[in-house]
């Protein structure tokens, strides 16, 4: 169990410009790769819809041919990930685990 207490409300706006440097460097520092993935709402409501949800993390991670991924998971308030086998027999329990995003480039 976490120690720290995750809330709906952790995260918030900032400002457009800083937004704007903070992506340019990292596609300055990362010229050619992938630096954004698309997902749909669908996806991501159905992750956040989850009784137990009051956010969602998104890992970095490397798929099967070494290309960069992103897996989106619902999480719980104490900070644990909501796996699709935490539900048991119980299907509604079930949490959703996502990946399948468009990479851009090339989808910009």
Sequence with gaps: ?????????????IDQNKA???I??????????VHAYFFGTDIIQTIISHPEAVGMRVYFSYGDEDK??????GAREDGSN??????GKDAAAAGTVADMGLPC???C
Excluded: C, R
Excluded at 1 to 13: D, Q
Excluded at 24 to 33: E, L, Q
């Design 24 to 33: 340019k460097k990292y596609g300055d520092k990362h010229p050619g790769n």
């Design 20 to 22: 704007k440097q903070w």
């Design 105 to 107: 480039p090339p989808y």
């Design 82 to 87: 909501i796996w699709p086998e935490d539900a």
């Design 1 to 13: 169990m976490s120690k720290y207490k995750f809330t709906k409300n952790v995260g918030g706006p």
């Design 68 to 73: 960069l991924q992103m897996v989106l998971i």
